[in-house]
């Protein structure tokens, strides 16, 4: 199952819970279950990108997620 | 991908854009006028906070030559559309009020109102008539005084995003916040032998481009816009133009010009809108150029900081904890670049326990834009100082104790996720193995080193690479030339097509001509549009395979194609002789017509990249006067696709970083008015306040990219704060903590 991490600014959110494994097959459908998990998390979802196995994604609801993916949420990055 | 060799990449042609550059031919912003075209000219508020209670253009339209004046009043009323993305995010309601205010005005020469004239003197004459009544209020000029609990409120409905829990009660001038954690902060610092603690203060800097902003926007009976513009991202300038006027985007065609520096300043827009506006009122072209006391006064800069930073180390140089506590202006409305300044503060090393928060605060100043590596250069002036201060307690060679903890392939960033293949390590041995670090000082010199880490974008991009009949291509992508990007993209489809650069002619595409491409910044377009451009480039040679197949009858498999020829293979080797790509581009009529390869791709992002740079500073004690006499940037590139333009980028960020460490910030007086609206008194460095720049390119592949290239752009601005404040320590025998290092600072402290 795919491991979902939180830092501590989504910890408040999560009700201090720091990680959970998740059997979903895309992005998307992991941040449905996280909705529905932890009511109102996807609000500050919605501002991050997504980085799995350490790829940053700033928006990709398609992209797959393996049984052994590690998932991070991290603010989105552009640049100068 | 190590292994290939190459034959065009990493070679060093002469830009395809250099002579029109260097004899003054090129078209930048300013250059291009419409017939029949008016010019505009923007009424600015003289007032950093206050409530607009009217506004009569009577008087203005009134002018003999006045075609239509415009107040923000008329622009639409945008509901708040917060956008969560890069460097904070955008929200068209504040783009829109940035571009015309509304209601109120955040900033001292936040724009008002608009005219178009038949001269640029009437526009200007006329905007001053213009009569606005204001109701003073009270501007929040600095970080304590924003988040005090007592502060004047900028925005009645801001309400604070991310990690702000629970949020603070009523209005507040906080408008974000982001914390990053990992092990048990208090056992670390418990753990310390040594901990070293400083509270650094940045301010506002200005992107220092020279060209200032400037459009003419062009509007039909049929109601279709040309927008001509100089512009990091023409298709930012197509759709944030729409959204502000609410028009249909397909209404909208933008032509970027040549570009005289952006470096993060041009990924928003400000005159465009109002060209458009006042083009639709007047019905003719509108044409607006900035002065650059304009450009100081209402276009990005990036955010002033304060970070209290906290840092502590085992005896041996390990690092075992970290804190720190970051505020960043984010001028009139939300978006700072506190996120990305958080994570990279401490990006560069292992440290088991730390804490990092980091506000994104607003201020009656100008909204500030991107600026290269937007956030990073100030925590990293904080962090990259206090290693410094720990090196020197412990007694440690700098270079030495940054190599002990530097960051490797499989270690975690401080943001959560593993990092790939990186070069910090190569970066710091080069720089210990330079020539410049064994060299000895002078008197009154010091010398200071300093790493830095960003991120690099990915994003979207697309280029076609159409073949002519002749066997030459040409290049298109969307992407504004800042950085040479153009000769890198004609090297790529050397590369790929095998002919030489001098046969590629590549080519800015305006918004109707090529797909969708975001914007030349982020160190994302040698990265992600060369993605494009490979990928393009490679589909244009298996139409080649597939024409020669056709000649000679053979199946697709048995054509492979090396050094600009079909070659027969997988068994038809000897029965036909090699087919040169100028013969199967004549035939291309006849094969199955035009060749064009397309490709268009979101990338992830670009894969980090890390510097070490080595500067030597000598210090006038009678003055205080600092000059840099020795600077050495080391950056791993992962592939230099052309050496002389990454060379190029590791000179000019060194160069922003210097100037931003030692002389640039905006000085505001008490009403919040910026008193050095210029470039005599807000001093950047110029060629001759600087030594060349020495540059040494480290090449550690990175894996997401056909030729192992990272972006280079940003990185490069990212050490020098730290590099010239550690060398201003090694000189001075004091720490410098605020910035610049101006000669009455640096006086005043050594008189101390």
């Known amino acids: 199952m795919a491991q979902v991490h939180f830092g501590s600014g989504l910890q408040p959110h999560t009700g201090g819970v720091e990680r959970i494994d998740l059997d979903v097959p895309r992005v998307r459908e992991m941040l449905q279950e996280l909705a529905e998990r932890y009511p109102g998390i996807e609000v500050q979802l919605e501002q991050m990108a997504v980085a799995v196995d350490g790829q940053i994604y700033n928006d990709a609801p398609y992209q797959k997620l393996a049984p052994t993916s590690e998932v991070h949420f991290v603010p989105k990055i552009g640049g100068g | 991908m190590s292994e290939r060799k190459f034959k065009y990449v990493g070679t060093r042609p002469i830009r395809h854009d250099g002579v029109d550059k260097v004899t003054g031919r090129a078209n930048f912003g300013a250059d291009f006028d419409a017939p029949g075209m008016l010019h505009g000219a923007l009424l600015r508020s003289p007032h950093a906070h206050a409530r607009i209670l009217s506004v009569d253009t009577r008087a203005a339209e009134a002018v003999a030559g006045v075609k239509a004046v415009l107040t923000g009043q008329e622009l639409p009323k945008l509901q708040s559309m917060w956008m969560g993305g890069a460097e904070g995010g955008i929200d068209f309601r504040d783009i829109a009020e940035n571009c015309l205010a509304r209601d109120k005005v955040l900033y001292h020469g936040h724009a008002v109102a608009a005219v178009a004239a038949t001269t640029p003197e009437i526009a200007l004459q006329a905007a001053r008539m213009i009569e606005v009544e204001y109701e003073e209020l009270t501007p929040v000029l600095d970080l304590e005084a924003a988040v005090a609990s007592d502060a004047p409120i900028l925005h009645d ?161 390990t690092l075992v904890a970290g804190r720190l506590s970051m505020f960043y202006e984010a001028g009139a409305y939300r978006g700072s670049p ?200 490679r589909d244009v040679v298996d139409q080649l395979r597939a024409r020669a197949a056709q000649i000679w009858g053979v199946e697709l498999d048995s054509v492979a194609w090396e050094d600009g020829r079909a070659l027969p293979a997988n068994g038809a080797e000897g029965d036909h002789e090699p087919l040169p790509i100028e013969e199967l581009a004549q035939q291309m009529g006849r094969t199955g017509g035009p060749i064009v390869g397309k490709a268009s791709l979101t990338a992830p992002m670009a894969g980090p990249g890390f510097a070490t740079h080595l500067c030597d500073l000598e210090v006038d004690p009678e003055t205080g006067a600092s000059r840099v006499v020795r600077y050495t940037a080391i950056q791993d590139a992962g592939k230099a696709v052309h050496p002389g333009y990454v060379e190029g980028q590791y000179q000019g960020g060194s160069a922003q970083g210097i100037g931003w460490a030692l002389n640039e910030e905006y000085i505001f007086d008490e009403r919040g008015e910026m008193e050095n609206p210029g470039f005599l008194d807000y001093r950047m460095p110029v060629a001759s306040d600087l030594p060349m720049i020495d540059t040494v390119i480290v090449e550690v592949p990175n894996p997401l990219h056909p030729y192992g290239v990272r972006g280079v752009g940003e990185t490069p601005i990212v050490p020098p704060l730290a590099a010239v404040a550690n060398a201003m320590r090694g000189a001075t025998g004091v720490r410098f903590t605020v910035l610049p290092m101006s000669p009455p600072r640096v006086l005043e402290a050594i008189d101390a």
């Open chain 2, 157 to 317: 409905d801001l309400q604070p995003i991310g990690a702000t829990d629970p949020l603070p009660e009523g209005p507040t001038n906080i408008a974000g916040r982001v914390e990053f954690s990992r092990g048990d902060v208090d056992a670390g610092f418990a753990e310390a032998d040594v901990v070293v603690e400083r509270e650094f203060r940045t301010q506002m800097v200005h992107q220092g481009y020279i060209e200032p902003h400037a459009c003419v926007a062009r509007i039909g009976e049929d109601d279709q816009v040309v927008v001509w513009c100089t512009t990091q991202g023409g298709f930012a300038v197509k759709n944030y133009s729409a959204m502000v006027l609410q028009m249909d985007p397909a209404k909208i065609k933008v032509i970027s010009s040549e570009i005289g520096g952006g470096f993060g300043g041009k990924t928003t827009i400000y005159l465009e809108p109002v060209a458009i506006a006042l083009a639709r009122k007047a019905r003719r072209p509108v044409k607006m150029v900035m002065s650059r006391e304009e450009v100081f006064r209402a276009t990005g800069p990036t955010s002033g900081t304060i970070v209290r930073a906290e840092l502590g180390a085992k005896r041996d140089g």
């Open chain 2, 338 to 537: 506190a996120g990305p300044g958080a994570m990279c503060a401490f990006g560069s090393y292992k440290i088991p326990n730390f804490y990092i928060e980091a506000h994104d605060v607003v201020v009656n100043k100008p909204k500030v834009a991107a600026y290269r590596a937007p956030g990073a250069p100030m925590s990293t002036f904080a962090t990259e100082s206090l290693v410094d201060e720990l090196a020197r307690e412990l007694g440690l060679d700098p270079i030495e104790m940054r190599l002990h903890n530097a960051v490797d392939e499989g270690d975690q960033a401080p943001y959560g996720p593993v990092y790939g293949p990186i070069g910090l390590r190569e970066t710091l041995e080069a720089a210990r193995s330079h020539p410049h670090y064994k060299a000895p000082l002078g008197q009154n010199q010091g010398r200071g080193i300093a790493c830095g880490f960003w991120f690099n974008a990915g994003m979207s991009s697309s280029a076609n690479v159409s073949l002519h009949a002749d066997g030459s291509a040409v290049v298109a992508t969307g992407n504004p030339d800042i950085g040479g990007s153009r000769a890198a993209q004609a090297q790529m489809v050397s590369e790929e097509l095998g002919i030489p650069v001098e046969r590629v002619r590549p080519v800015v595409a305006d918004t109707d001509s090529v797909g969708y491409t975001d914007m030349t910044g982020g160190s994302r377009v040698c990265f992600a549009t060369g993605m494009a451009v490979i990928q393009a480039s």
